[in-house]
């Protein structure tokens, strides 16, 4: 599918301010005012052999996805939907996604003021409502990673309306989408970085602070359908989640986790 050819100053104009911060992110954005998936666009993208760091952003997602095979609504105008491929190491890979949610937080923050904090493995939550996710989609070879952020109420559907929140609505003024990505970006080069420079403890250090309102707290979650509930504690050096139950540790690597 070919991208449109210009990219709307709204997202320009702040990408140009803060080139020199953009590291990988630096080279080439595809802009699409309308397309189904950008996680679909830059898996293709990453087939065909495209340099990591390629950028695909959209106005609009008619096929936008979620984990867990949900849906995941993307109006014109109303959220930041953009995919990224990265071809990490396979220590760096390891913890990746912890990263992107650490990266978008900060560069929400960065760009707005406003204080959210991870959920894991990798939501960004604010007062107990998703304000945005991560979509990680690999192969051997590569991970495109999806970020939808809510920037306008109107980018989440009104039956969840009571679980999710926006920018805006948090903030109750007009914020700039072109200057939450650019800030999201740069953060998320500099975590990309710190993973394959480190061997993971600083990220990990970084998700437990910003997930502190979250640790604690009481988790259900179902395995072998099977409903279990326990205290999430922790996460541990591989991203897992840490859940007391009775006097036993389990790690939980990865489905769905209801916090009570
Ligand atoms: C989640 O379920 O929390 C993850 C949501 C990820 C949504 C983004 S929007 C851009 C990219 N393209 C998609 O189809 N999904 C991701």
Redesign the pocket.
Known sequence: MTPDPILPEEFAGPLAMARERLGIFTHRVLWYSDV?????IAGTLADQDSAEGLVVL?DR?T??????G?S?A?PSGA?????VILRPSAAAARLLTLAAGVAVTDGIASATGLSAHVKWP??VHVGGR?L????AEGTATHVVL???INVQPAAYPPDVAARATSIEAELGRPVERGLVLAECLAALDSRYRELHETRGETIVESWRMRAAPMLGRRVEWESAGERHTGLAENIDEDGALIVKVGSERLRIRSGEVRWL
């Open positions: 189904g998936s950008t996680n679909d959209a997602q096929a936008g996805r979620g984990r867990l949900r995941w993307s959220g930041i939907y953009v995919s990798n939501d998703k945005a996710g991560v979509l999806g970020i939808g």
